[in-house]
């Protein structure tokens, strides 16, 4: 098995918002997000900001 954490690229674009959906739709938060949210969110961890990054931990290759 070949764990790897990496940065996000906007390849992982998709997959990332699926997982975000699914976390804040479980009973594990207080409240649903939004899409608009979601995107802001992951385009400020892909872009030029200097104060944040966005990682994924894959296994072999794929986002877990």
């Known amino acids: 098995m070949n764990y790897l954490i990496r ?5 992982d674009k998709k997959e990332v918002l699926q997982m975000m959906k699914v976390f804040y739709e479980s009973d ?6 939004s899409n608009e949210i979601f ?5 400020n961890c892909v872009n ?4 944040l990054e966005g990682y994924v ?4 290759n794929i986002i877990i």
């Open 7 to 11: 940065l996000m690229s906007l390849e």
């Open 28 to 33: 594990a938060v207080l409240s649903n997000g």
């Open 39 to 43: 995107n802001s969110d992951f385009d």
């Open 48 to 51: 030029d900001n200097p104060y």
């Open 57 to 60: 931990f894959t296994l072999n």
